[in-house]
């Protein structure tokens, strides 16, 4: 498996409150990806990496922000949760765009209520 | 925007049946179709991939087809066993490789 980790997996948080999500790697790839995962949605791309402080928007970026300070760590912020953001979050890593393929972290189940 | 389609939402099939599962896709630049296997409590894996130089790709019991004219690939299960069962999703990426898009997903069960 890719060394790919999440934490916290499992979170409870009220609404209005910050919640940070963080994303470690150890496979030194250049690209890093959150998603989140609704039922009857799939996975939708929220925001990506493609370098350290390379971060661009996804499709359902509003009320999220990203930062990548070091190649093994990307961070996901919620600045002030709702409970629309009640939802799995994964993140996945990649080596390359001309390599495509993707590598997904376990998880995080967060909870907004 | 860009859109995958999935069908069928569930897949419900006896052990060694095949099990076929459709996806299409709106942008007509999409070059990569990856397929990726979800288990309960985990992230995807990828379990077959095709880009669109190709219209064919098997892997033992697996294959992926792809007509680039109609836009739409498929997932073809053969001999499908117990451990099948579990959620797919198909995905179609542009150049760039950076936007991946993804289908809803199927949830497969396969009746021992």
């Known amino acids: 498996d890719a060394g790919i980790t999440q934490s916290p997996r499992h979170k409870v948080t009220e609404t209005g409150t910050p919640v940070t999500l963080r994303c470690h790697q150890t496979?030194?790839?250049?690209?890093m990806y959150w998603y989140r995962q609704d039922p009857g949605h799939g996975l939708r791309l929220i925001h990506y990496?493609?370098?350290?402080?390379?971060?661009d928007k996804g499709e359902v970026s509003d009320g999220y922000s990203v930062s990548r300070s070091k190649t093994e760590d990307f961070l996901l912020t919620l600045e002030s949760a709702t409970s629309s953001q009640t939802s799995v979050y994964f993140c996945?890593?990649?080596?390359?765009?001309?390599?495509?393929?993707?590598?997904f972290g376990p998880g995080t189940r967060l909870t907004v209520t | 925007g860009e859109n995958v389609e999935q069908h069928p939402s569930t897949l419900s099939v006896q052990e060694g049946d095949s099990a076929v599962i459709k996806c299409t896709y709106s942008?007509?630049?999409?070059?990569?179709f990856p397929w990726y296997k979800q288990e309960l409590g985990k992230g995807p894996q990828l379990i077959i991939d095709?880009?669109?130089?190709?219209g064919e790709k098997k892997d033992q019991r697996i294959a992926v087809t792809l007509n680039k004219t109609a836009k739409h690939f498929s997932l073809h299960i053969t001999e499908t066993q117990p451990e099948d069962s579990a959620v797919y999703f198909c995905?179609?990426?542009?150049?760039?490789?950076?936007?991946?898009?993804f289908g809803a997903g199927t949830r497969l069960f396969v009746k021992a």
């Open positions: 995905a179609a990426m542009g150049t760039g490789g950076f936007k991946t898009i």
């Open positions: 942008d007509s630049a999409s070059n990569y």
């Open positions: 496979e030194n790839h250049r690209y």
């Open positions: 996945a890593i990649s080596e390359d765009p001309g390599v495509y393929e993707q590598y």
């Open positions: 095709i880009r669109s130089n190709v």
């Open positions: 990496s493609y370098g350290v402080k390379d971060t």
